[in-house]
């Protein structure tokens, strides 16, 4: 099973609603990550998780906050987002927190969110 | 961080092959080169990586000059199910840049 899934596809929420986002891989892999991806635009990694623990967060709002409750889930807890916080947001995980040689990202098929 | 350069979009047409170049000027000793496949609304899928010289597998081939400043994907025999982004990332396995996508191809194949 090389396959991360991710839950809902699709997502509309308003200003004021909290929601959250999941993230699920039975591969074994130990590293997971949140990436946000803007129309047209390349993805851009938001946080990542090694070993569970959060190893990096690239300067994201406090508005959205990550969990790892376990080696298999990654959620992402939203809260008072803004219109301009539309986006793909994909996970992905990989067996070791920085793919070295050999090693690679697998991405999940994301989910489209609209915040009105 | 390393930057990489790619050219914004590319056109071909069935059948013809396909070389995107990546630029990575400032690429470092430990540094890794590895290429992802992108179609609209899904995540990226990893193509191929490499260190240096030639690697093949069964979807592209990886071109890497001895100076390692630059690399060419190559895609034999294109289809229309290969119009993607095409994503070049560099970096070594000890840090954040082989997280970092650059801009990206965007190949549109003709029939």
């Known amino acids: 099973d090389t396959e991360v899934t991710q839950t809902p596809k699709h997502l509309v929420m308003g200003m004021t609603n909290k929601k959250s986002l999941k993230c699920e891989q039975h591969m074994g892999h130990r590293a997971m990550y949140w990436y946000k991806q803007k129309a047209k635009k390349p993805p851009e990694l938001m946080f990542v998780?090694?070993?569970?623990?959060?190893?990096i967060n690239e300067s994201v709002p406090s508005r959205f906050s990550p969990e790892c409750p376990n080696s298999s889930l990654l959620n992402l807890h939203l809260h008072a987002l803004q219109p301009e916080d539309s986006a793909l947001y994909l996970c992905?995980?990989?067996?070791?927190?920085?793919?070295?040689?050999?090693?690679?990202?697998?991405f999940g098929p994301g989910t489209r969110l609209l915040v009105l | 961080l390393a930057k990489t350069t790619q050219p914004i979009s590319m056109d071909s047409y069935e059948g013809q092959e396909v070389n995107i170049t990546c630029s990575h000027n400032n690429i470092a000793t430990n540094d890794y080169i590895t290429w992802y496949q992108q179609f609209p609304s899904q995540g990226p899928r990893f193509i191929i990586q490499?260190?240096?010289t030639k690697v093949t597998n069964e979807v592209a081939s990886l071109f890497i000059p001895a100076d390692r400043k630059s690399s060419t994907l190559s895609l034999p025999r294109v289809s229309l199910s290969d119009t993607a982004v095409y994503y070049c990332?560099?970096?070594?396995?000890?840090?954040?840049?082989?997280?970092?996508f650059g801009s990206g191809t965007r190949l549109q194949v003709q029939p």
């Open positions: 998780y090694s070993y569970e623990k959060l190893s």
């Open positions: 992905a995980s990989s067996r070791d927190p920085f793919p070295g040689m050999q090693e690679t990202q697998y």
């Open positions: 990332l560099v970096g070594e396995n000890t840090g954040r840049r082989a997280l970092t």
């Open positions: 490499g260190y240096k």
